[in-house]
């Protein structure tokens, strides 16, 4: 069976992210399950504002191509995102939003040819109370909208700010299981797909 490959995302560019330390112990998960992952850095890949007009004149930001072709050479996705009032942040939604938009060689195709029918695992990692869950529900509905299939497995991280030790682990036996579950899932996922 080849390897599966994973693209994992956190959805956060802040620095002390907790959710880019959540994403470390899903991809952690993820390796354990045979795994290769790659992580696509928002920081090191920034886009403008999705903007209609913008596109028609400049055609897809040199980092959504990219985007488009790294999902084209993975075969699962992993998102840890944060939540902003109940949603998930606007850094989520416009990266993934103008992976949807047409490919650059002008085939007129959908971006999301290269998502479609791929596992995808979710988890949020939050200071609050609730770790971020209700904005779960609605990342779930998106990225299903855009063709992922969701892994039925997700975790929220309450008290995310005094979760993680020194080393980026979590504390709460858990809690960790519940996170590197995500990963594993979605590589199980990706292996009986792959056949
Ligand atoms: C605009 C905004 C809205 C927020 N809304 C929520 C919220 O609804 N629920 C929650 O648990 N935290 C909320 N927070 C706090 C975030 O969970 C916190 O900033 C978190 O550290 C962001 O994730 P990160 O550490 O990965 O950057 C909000 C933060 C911002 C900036």
Redesign the pocket.
């Known amino acids: 069976m080849p390897t599966v490959r994973i693209l994992a995302m ?3 560019a ?1 620095r ?5 330390r959540l994403l470390r112990v899903m991809i952690a998960g993820a390796e354990q399950a045979g795994a290769e992952v790659s992580v696509f850095e928002p920081n090191d890949h920034p886009m403008p504002l999705y903007h209609g007009d913008l596109e028609e004149t400049e055609g897809l930001p040199p980092a959504a191509a990219r985007l488009q072709g790294l999902f084209a050479a993975h075969d699962g996705f992993l998102l840890a995102t ?5 949603f998930f942040p606007p850094l989520v939604k416009n990266t993934l939003d103008w992976l949807s938009r047409p490919l650059p060689d002008g085939s007129g195709r959908p971006g999301t040819i290269h998502v479609r029918g791929k596992p995808a695992g979710i988890a949020s ?4 109370a ?3 869950i ?2 779960l529900q609605h990342t779930r509905q998106y990225l299903s909208n855009l063709g992922f299939l969701l892994a039925p497995e997700q975790i929220g991280i309450p008290h ?2 005094k979760a993680f030790d020194a080393a980026g682990a979590l504390t709460d036996e858990r809690l960790r299981k519940a996170a590197e579950g995500v990963g594993a899932a979605v590589v199980r996922l990706a292996q009986r797909l792959q056949g």
């Open positions: 956190p959805g956060s802040r002390a992210s907790h959710n880019r944060p939540e902003y009032n109940g990692a939050s200071p609050g609730l770790g971020g209700r904005a995310a700010d």
